[in-house]
């Protein structure tokens, strides 16, 4: 109805906002009187804190409105074509992908290998706990039995025990007229059901076109799609299969796909 279209775009117009207040507070020099802590450092580093509050916007709200967050300026332009430049060397990678050849789209991608890049790891390290909880709740919520442990290594060491053992963070390559087609990534028997997508390029200077597209496959209705808009050195962290949604009966599952358009 018109009522609650109205009030839709009224709180998520005043959830950017209340974003938008939070971040250029929080950059000030000195004089900052930020109530909800910052997660990210002037350095592009995660900030380790526990306040309640930080978790909360961050974290919860966004995932119990929309099912994915946005990090703005998780890296800086400097560390994104750092990471960039490393897709023509052949020492940090595992393997390459020309996505023509599968059918996945237009463009390549190639797989890191172990050890991984210094920043690539550190993320992952600062990035999983702090996705544990909602991944835990999510499988709570979906009913599926599998819990995921608090750090990140005692997570690998599940996998690598299961025969999960080579590393899946990549980096992608898009040309002119590349595409993603829909997708889930999926590589065995135990899915963190969470994952983290890091633009390094910035639109309208290094490409146009080029959006990340996710898709919810809702019990018998359509599929809805969602254009994110992201920045240079902004992460969107979404769901990599399934996310709990809360309805008039309870909570059910809807399957979600990642692309990226022409």
Same mark, same amino acid.
């Given at each position: 109805c018109?009522?609650?279209r109205?009030s839709?775009?009224s709180l998520r117009?005043?959830?950017y906002?209340?974003?938008?207040?939070?971040? $250029?507070?929080?950059?000030?020099?000195?004089?900052?009187? =930020? $109530?909800?802590p @910052?997660?990210v450092?002037?350095?592009a580093?995660? =900030?380790d804190t +526990?306040s309640?509050?930080s978790?909360? *916007?961050?974290w !919860?709200?966004?995932?119990?409105l929309?099912g994915?967050?946005v990090?703005?300026?998780?890296?800086?332009?400097?560390a994104?074509?750092?990471? %960039?430049? #490393?897709?023509?060397?052949?020492?940090?990678?595992?393997s390459?992908?020309i /996505?023509?050849?599968?059918g *996945?789209g237009?463009?390549?991608?190639k797989? *890191?290998?172990? @050890? &991984?890049?210094?920043?690539?790891?550190? &993320?992952? %390290?600062?990035?999983?706990?702090r996705?544990?909880?909602i991944?835990?709740?999510?499988?709570?919520q979906?009913d #599926? @039995?599998? +819990?995921?442990?608090d750090?990140?290594?005692? *997570?690998?060491?599940r996998?690598?025990?299961?025969?999960?053992?080579?590393? $899946?963070?990549?980096?992608?390559?898009?040309?002119?007229?590349?595409?993603?087609?829909l997708h889930?990534?999926l590589?065995?028997?135990?899915?963190?059901p #969470?994952? !983290?997508a890091?633009? &390094?390029?910035?639109?309208?200077?290094?490409?146009?076109?080029?959006?990340?597209?996710? $898709?919810?496959?809702? @019990?018998? /209705?359509?599929s +809805?799609p969602?254009v /994110?808009? #992201?920045?240079?050195?902004?992460?969107?962290?979404f769901?990599?299969?399934?996310?709990? =949604?809360?309805g008039?009966r309870?909570?059910?599952r809807?399957? /979600?796909?990642?692309? !990226? %358009?022409?």
């Amino acid at each position: 109805c018109r009522r609650y279209r109205n009030s839709s775009t009224s709180l998520r117009y005043r959830w950017y906002c209340a974003f938008a207040a939070s971040s $250029t507070r929080s950059r000030g020099r000195g004089r900052s009187t =930020v $109530t909800i802590p @910052p997660i990210v450092a002037a350095d592009a580093t995660i =900030v380790d804190t +526990r306040s309640p509050l930080s978790y909360i *916007f961050y974290w !919860v709200i966004p995932f119990a409105l929309l099912g994915c967050a946005v990090i703005a300026s998780l890296l800086s332009h400097k560390a994104c074509d750092q990471i %960039s430049a #490393l897709y023509g060397q052949a020492e940090p990678f595992r393997s390459q992908v020309i /996505m023509a050849r599968h059918g *996945f789209g237009r463009g390549e991608y190639k797989y *890191f290998d172990y @050890p &991984l890049p210094p920043l690539v790891a550190r &993320l992952r %390290s600062a990035l999983y706990p702090r996705l544990v909880p909602i991944a835990n709740r999510w499988h709570e919520q979906m009913d #599926l @039995p599998s +819990r995921f442990p608090d750090s990140h290594p005692a *997570f690998l060491e599940r996998c690598h025990a299961a025969g999960q053992q080579r590393p $899946t963070p990549l980096l992608l390559q898009y040309g002119p007229q590349d595409y993603n087609c829909l997708h889930q990534d999926l590589y065995g028997e135990h899915v963190f059901p #969470l994952q !983290v997508a890091i633009l &390094l390029s910035e639109p309208g200077e290094d490409f146009t076109g080029g959006e990340f597209v996710l $898709t919810e496959q809702r @019990p018998r /209705m359509q599929s +809805r799609p969602q254009v /994110m808009p #992201l920045r240079q050195g902004d992460a969107l962290v979404f769901a990599v299969q399934q996310r709990p =949604v809360r309805g008039q009966r309870g909570v059910y599952r809807v399957n /979600m796909r990642h692309g !990226v %358009s022409r």
